[in-house]
């Protein structure tokens, strides 16, 4: 959907209405306000709304539906691949809102839509609190949370759309709410874990655990002997308690300056892993994995909680990347022969990494009182990414990554996880039936014109 100058909206009047700024195609300035985390996304949008508050959030809706237009919420733009075509809509940039609070008393952050995890988890761990983010600290609080939320402390605490206490929202009327148990509950069950195109929130309250210091960091041996190192870590899987939360990547790392001189352009199998518990117990744990062989690097030791947020080593600046990712029910060790055959010694792929992140825990725990994603019924999950630098770099890591998952369905889950799909697997694919019905009907209930636009739609 595009649109004609005879029908364009009048872009001044808007500008006038908020405090942010409005920036149409043509004005300096769009290609950088267009531009999402993920380069490979190329977004298109009819204007883009760089939003300064909820007051900001609500005017736009309300613009929005007298000129028949959608409405695109994003903060950074991780999961943009996803969104697919923008046109007709507006780009609410939210990367402005990104106020943070703390409250030590109920272990309470509070936070705007717009925030990054890097800012959140510094603020907690000065009352000595940690906050359940994911793998990178540059990626969205609202995006990662609205989708599940799986990091380093998920097979302790869950997943972090459980921890969501309350929500600000804008309603696809424009209309500001507060939404917890007790106010708009259905609407509250449906955004934590669902996806999160029922309404567009604009702040959350999010339970924080009280952790100051974990054992943590990476095991790295090179390539060759990913097999071994591979099939030992699915046996310690097995034997480790919920407090950890590991995962094994096989690595092919660019010959890139920004990339330390020990990893740059090596070929590594890593295992990454954090511990919720103190060192001496950690050093017995990891013990089996040291035993295993001797790793080119250890980077495991006594950390500060608050550096779970960097240790995964994922890249601190946009670029172009395209991955994708199954849950798998469990692995044996012929699933670990197949891991190993798709992306180690003997594998000519383009991709930079294929990880498998161990899973249970916490995660197998299900709650009344939790969202829509309750629990996630799987062993592990399977994800892999590669660069794409150009259409033929693109498509070539999208023949790899479709070869991964076909080598690895023997061994998928019946369900797919939305924070790892970066296409539109769809609600029935992703929740129990009567889980996806739930979200459709909500979905029709609260934005019956489909006006808000999400990295994953209720279809």
Do not use: C
């Amino acid at each position: 959907m595009s649109i004609s100058p005879a029908e364009a909206p009048d872009l001044e009047a808007l500008g006038a209405a908020i405090r942010g700024d409005v920036i149409a195609p043509g004005d300096p300035g769009y290609d950088a306000a267009r531009q999402a985390w993920n380069l490979i996304a190329d977004q298109h949008p009819a204007f883009v709304v760089q939003a300064e508050s909820t007051d900001d959030v609500a005017a736009v809706v309300r613009f929005a539906r007298e000129h028949g237009l959608r409405v695109a919420p994003q903060a950074t733009g991780h999961g943009a691949a996803s969104m697919g075509d923008l046109g007709g809509t507006i780009l609410l940039r939210t990367s402005r809102m990104t106020a943070v609070s703390i409250d030590p008393g109920t272990r309470i952050a509070h936070v705007q839509s717009g925030t990054p995890w890097n800012a959140v988890v510094p603020a907690a761990a000065e009352h000595g609190l940690a906050a359940l983010h994911g793998f990178s600290g540059t990626v969205g609080v609202a995006g990662y949370t609205l989708a599940g939320g799986l990091g380093w402390l998920a097979r302790w605490k869950g997943l972090a759309s459980n921890h969501v206490v309350a929500l600000e929202v804008v309603t696809a009327d424009g209309d500001v709410l507060r939404v917890d148990a007790d106010h708009e509950p259905d609407l509250f069950w449906a955004l934590r874990g669902g996806g999160g195109d029922h309404a567009i929130v604009t702040a959350l309250e999010l339970e924080l655990v009280e952790l100051t210091t974990v054992y943590a960091g990476a095991l790295l041996w090179p390539i060759e002997q990913a097999s071994a190192v591979a099939h030992a870590w699915l046996q310690w899987t097995r034997t480790v308690p919920e407090t950890l939360t590991s995962d094994i990547k096989l690595v092919r790392l660019p010959p890139l300056p920004q990339i330390p001189e020990p990893l740059r352009g090596r070929s590594l199998v890593m295992i990454g892993l954090a511990f919720a518990g103190d060192a001496a117990q950690g050093e017995a744990l990891v013990a089996p994995l040291r035993a295993v062989a001797e790793p080119y690097l250890d980077m495991v030791g006594e950390l500060p909680a608050a550096a779970l947020a960097a240790i995964a080593g994922d890249p601190v600046d946009p670029g172009p990347a395209r991955g994708d990712g199954i849950l798998l029910s469990d692995l044996d060790a012929a699933g670990i022969d197949a891991f190993v055959d798709v992306a180690g010694p003997d594998a000519d792929t383009p991709l930079l990494q294929l990880e498998l992140r161990h899973l249970g825990g916490a995660l197998d725990v299900s709650s009344p009182d939790h969202g829509a994603l309750d629990t996630v019924d799987a062993g592990f999950v399977l994800y892999g990414v590669g660069m794409a630098m150009s259409p033929q770099m693109d498509a070539a890591v999208e023949t790899s990554l479709a070869h991964a998952l076909e080598r690895m369905a023997p061994w998928s889950a019946d369900r797919t996880l939305l924070s790892f799909a970066e296409g539109q697997p769809g609600m029935r694919r992703s929740f129990p039936p009567a889980v996806a019905d739930r979200l459709v009907a909500l979905k029709r209930r609260y934005d019956p014109e489909n006006r808000i636009v999400a990295n994953h739609v209720s279809d």
